[in-house]
Antibody
């Protein structure tokens, strides 16, 4: 089954770090750009970051620029999000999502992993 | 930065037509995509590039985009259509979502 499965969420103190992973199955992971989108409790969707298929290009939302780093390992079909200097406002469910070739939307999403930043 | 504006909520009677709007500056010049999200689940794209339906999405879902407003139309609304809906565009290497609209089927 074509799917994305996130992991690595949990409770972390403000100022702490966390690394999220997203494992891809049953599609050619290395062909597609991949992204992270988050959703704070009871709130809407917020795009976080995207990485090109080769990993050479990355883009970030202003809210996380300089604190979060997106990366990928195409040999392991896995996407990552390294989150540093975490703040209360980073509390959210983090989804990974796949971008179809040359398109501006996301056609496959994972179920998400919850990150809670609290002391 | 580009902003998208959606109504917080839209109500529709069972079997009637719901229209959810997404406002943005000259949004008609951009490709607009729509997602449906049920509670506790991941979003699912229901319309891409203004008016295209992915396979598996009922024909009751349609979209349009012109001027400063894009619209998602849900015809013959069913109870199962009750969900949150988000519009989204790509702008200057960023992906922008609207604030979301809760569709209630009465």
């Amino acid at each position: 089954e074509v799917q994305l499965l996130e992991s690595g969420g949990g409770l972390v103190q403000p100022g702490g770090s966390l690394r999220l992973s997203c494992a891809a199955s049953e599609f050619t992971f290395s062909t597609f750009d991949m992204s992270w989108v988050r959703q704070a409790p009871g709130k809407g969707l917020e795009w976080v970051s995207i990485i090109s298929s080769s990993g050479t290009s990355t883009y970030y939302a202003d809210s996380v620029k300089g604190r979060f780093t997106i990366s990928r390992d195409n040999s392991k079909n896995t996407l990552y999000l390294q989150m540093n200097s975490l703040r209360d406002g980073d509390t959210a469910v983090y989804f990974c999502a796949k971008r179809p070739l040359s398109e501006g939307y996301f056609d496959l999403w994972g179920r998400g992993t919850l990150v809670t930043v609290s002391s | 930065s580009y902003e998208l504006t959606q109504p917080l909520s839209v109500s529709v009677a069972l079997g009637q037509t719901a229209r959810i709007t997404c406002g943005g500056n000259k949004i008609g010049s951009k490709n607009v995509h729509w997602y449906q999200q049920n509670p506790g689940q991941a979003p699912v794209v229901v319309i891409y590039r203004d008016s295209n339906r992915p396979s598996g999405i009922p024909e009751r879902f349609s979209g349009s985009n012109s001027g400063n407003t894009a619209t998602l139309t849900v015809s013959r609304a069913q109870a199962g259509d009750e969900a949150d809906y988000y519009c989204q565009v790509w702008d200057s290497s960023t992906w922008v979502f609207g604030g979301g609209t809760k569709l209630t089927v009465l």
